[in-house]
């Protein structure tokens, strides 16, 4: 079995003045500005903020699906300008070819990144094995259109991890699973976080979630022009054990300090409609 180098927590991902602008109609649009961020090997990064401050573009620019226009990100000391498999990205959708198995789609993201270094007995452990982090071994030879969309979605996650990326990027991916699913997600991935040593970068909606995964919590300012507000340090001791952090004073002074940036400092308005009036069906504890 493959082994994740755990790393000594050097920095190996940094943002320098990162800026990007998209052209439109009435002119270019700055949705990002000077966004300056250094991550050490290993860390776990949560991304939160209100809709339109940048959190996906932010994520986008890293796995090299958009090139910024101003500033860079290094990767290891080398410029982040193109997709790679050292940035396996796990999106809200899951992504999986509808043709193929669970099985499949992960084997066909092994046989790209781990081309003739894998025997093909190697290779039927490896993805069995990320099969089985995710609890999903028993539904190896079901289809997409076969199995729920929790369970799709743990399928994008095993396929990314089977690539043994340097850094795992991942854009609510328990944003549309059932609360137990999830919570059962959670500590999976706090799980192989652990195990593995690579770096995560995360987007969530979810406070609670970002204290109770992250090692530091990045938050966005507004956009136009949205930039990194606040850096917030989570020291809570690992492994993290959701029931026992509810009742701990630290676990709510960090949730308290998210909620003041996001609900004070960063208000958003959202106009209602006099006729139609949304609702979050969600929870109080999440941003739009």
């Excluded at 410029?79 to 066909?108: C, D, K, M």
């Excluded at 192989?192 to 969530?204: F, K, P, R, S, Y």
């Excluded at 992250?214 to 606040?230: F, K, L, Q």
């Excluded at 340090?233 to 949730?255: C, F, G, I, M, W």
Aim: hydrophobic share 40%; with cysteine; proline share 5%.
């Amino acid at each position: 079995m493959i082994k994740m180098n755990s790393g000594n927590h050097s920095k190996h991902l940094e943002f320098t003045q990162v800026g990007i602008e998209f052209p439109t109609p009435k002119g270019p649009f700055c949705a990002l500005k000077d966004v300056n961020l250094k991550i050490e090997k290993g860390e776990f990064i949560s991304l939160i903020g209100h809709s339109g401050c940048g959190k996906s573009t932010v994520l986008n620019i890293v796995a090299g699906l958009y090139q910024a226009t101003n500033g860079g990100v290094l990767l290891d000391n080398k410029e982040v300008n193109q997709p790679g498999p050292e940035r396996a990205v796990v999106f809200q959708n899951h992504s999986l070819l509808p043709w193929l198995t669970a099985y499949q789609n992960i084997e066909l993201a092994v046989k790209q990144v781990f081309k003739g270094k894998m025997s093909k007995a190697q290779m039927k452990e490896w993805i069995n094995h990320n099969l089985a982090l995710v609890h999903m071994t028993h539904a190896a030879d079901k289809r997409p259109d076969e199995i729920s969309g929790g369970m799709k979605q743990r399928v994008g996650i095993a396929r990314a991890l089977a690539m043994q990326p340097k850094v795992l990027l991942m854009d609510e991916p328990f944003g549309a699973l059932d609360a137990l699913t999830r919570a059962h997600l959670q500590d999976s991935l706090m799980q192989i976080h652990a195990d593995l040593g690579n770096t995560v970068i995360m987007i969530t909606h979810d406070v609670d979630e970002a204290v109770l995964l992250s090692d530091r919590i990045v938050m966005m300012t507004n956009g136009p022009s949205a930039t990194v507000g606040e850096v917030l340090s989570v020291d809570l001791a690992r492994p993290r054990d959701r029931l026992a952090l509810a009742d701990q004073p630290e676990y709510n002074h960090y949730r308290h300090q998210v909620l003041k940036f996001l609900y004070e400092k960063q208000r958003k308005i959202e106009p209602v409609s006099t006729q139609h009036k949304k609702t979050n069906p969600k929870g109080k504890n999440q941003v739009a």
